[in-house]
């Protein structure tokens, strides 16, 4: 459970290019929120900040009316699924979901509890001794979402996690991140380019351009018919 509250947040990068400029905007509990614009319009910057992988340059980010820069990445609580999910080849998928867990010192029957719960959501239950080499695109990206779920984190970000998936597997991979999402009622912010993405997923759309959030509202707010 989280909520995320952007004050005027900016961040212009060495060399002067405004990447996000004045951001305002609220992401309630368990909310999915989807920022959608052109490449370029600062989405994934947006998405660092929060994520504590790049510093504020003005204004003011709480999640859970903590200020980030107080807190370190690790405190955040956060998972991040990229579209370059990363997975480690020479682990299995078991160790690929436990890695994390191993980490927080977790008991091996938590671990394995954990992980196997998080296998079953996502149908990955007979792949559990396989190689990442020996999976579908799908199944890895199941893969990647499977270690973000696994942590139970408060927060989820998502960095088109699926633009390197075929049509039909985004398709399908988009309705099990939208049921998933429901399911854990875990608060997230997904990136994407895609506008059909954005609008089955979202709660509430926030349409950025040029560093600037545009307009903010729910998928049929924003594209009724006038
Ligand atoms: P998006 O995710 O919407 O494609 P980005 O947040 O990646 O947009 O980029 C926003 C702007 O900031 C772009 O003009 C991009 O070239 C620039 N930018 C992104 N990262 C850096 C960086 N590390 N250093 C300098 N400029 C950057
Ligand atoms: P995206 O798919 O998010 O648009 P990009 O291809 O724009 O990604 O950027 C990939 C990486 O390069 C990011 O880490 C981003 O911060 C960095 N980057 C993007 N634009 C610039 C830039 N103008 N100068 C330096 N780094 C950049």
């Known amino acids: 459970m989280a909520t995320v509250v952007m004050e005027g947040l900016s961040k212009t990068y060495r060399g002067g290019v405004d990447a996000v400029s004045g951001v305002d905007l609220e992401i309630r509990d368990g909310e999915l929120i989807v920022i959608v614009g ?14 504590g992988l790049e510093s504020i340059t003005a204004g003011s980010l709480l999640i ?19 579209q370059n999910y990363a997975l480690y080849p020479h682990m299995t998928v078991f160790d690929n979901l436990a890695y994390g867990l191993k980490n927080r010192g977790e008991s091996r029957s938590e671990i394995r509890r954990k ?29 990647a979402m499977g270690r973000a779920i ?46 059909v993405e954005a609008m089955t997923l979202a709660d509430r759309l926030v349409a950025m351009n040029g560093g600037r959030v545009e307009q903010v509202g729910t998928p049929m707010e924003l594209y009724r018919e006038p």
């Open 150 to 195: 696994v942590r139970q984190p408060k927060l989820f970000l998502f960095d088109e996690p699926l633009s390197n998936l075929d049509a039909k597997l985004r398709v399908s991979m988009r309705l099990e991140i939208k049921r998933l999402q429901r399911e854990l009622g875990t608060t997230s912010l997904y990136v994407t380019h895609d506008q």
């Open 64 to 82: 859970d009316g903590q200020k980030v820069n107080r807190l370190e990445p690790a405190e955040r609580d956060i998972a991040m699924v990229f």
């Open 38 to 51: 052109p490449s370029g319009c600062g989405k994934s910057t947006l998405l660092r900040m929060v994520a």
């Open 115 to 143: 992980v196997r719960a998080a296998a079953e959501s996502l149908e990955l239950s007979e792949l559990l001794k396989r190689k990442p080499s020996e999976l579908s695109g799908g199944q890895r990206q199941r893969v």
